[in-house]
């Protein structure tokens, strides 16, 4: 029984890096390169000449859906490459450590507590990554994902920057963990704004 219970509580398991990147994988190290805004030009061919500013994620999760990254990965780099098959971008969702998150936001003992619980709309909550789960066994912190920190790198940059070691794949989210953070995150890009509350008639 104890076997049984600590199967069904495991929360990730490691990244397989003979794969594809996974839905729900957690990478360390991730390279954004942004363009300097003051040098855009309104002629585009002036455009390969714009100098970029590196933006390093210490912590992302992978959001975008997992056939779509079977696909890319499948015909990358093949002689018959269908370029409907690969993607132009992987979807990111960036994470801090839930020490400096609730430090950046200010929250007070209650509002972190239903970020922990999950039942603050804006963020998600990660329990400590043990050695065993991780890649680099070394283990990982609490982490804490801002739904509202999302940005796309390049397929192919981003695996080469797997290739050359900057980008690290550490775990993954196990189902139904899985399944719990991408409902959570999409929830949170579906909300829909009203321009006033419903409000209920009072007795009497």
Known sequence: ???????ERAIYQTSDKDSSLRQGEILTGVVQFNPIVEELSQKW????????TPVLHPYAIVVTQDCDLDWDYKVRGTS???????????????IGTAESIRGTDGMNRKEWELVVSHRHERFYFFEKI????????????????????VFGIDAATLYRQIELGIVKRR???????LEHFSRRYHSFHGRVALPSQYES???G
Do not use: H, W
């Open 1 to 7: 029984m104890v076997i049984y219970y600590m199967e």
């Open 45 to 52: 061919q002036e455009l390969k000449d714009i100098p970029f």
């Open 80 to 94: 018959n490459s269908n370029p409907a098959k690969l993607l132009n971008s992987i979807v990111l969702c960036e």
């Open 130 to 149: 043990p050695f065993e789960y991780e890649v680099e066994q070394e283990g990982l912190p609490e982490l804490t994902a801002d739904f509202k920190k």
């Open 171 to 177: 775990t993954i989210l196990a189902s139904p963990y």
């Open 201 to 203: 008639e009072r007795e």
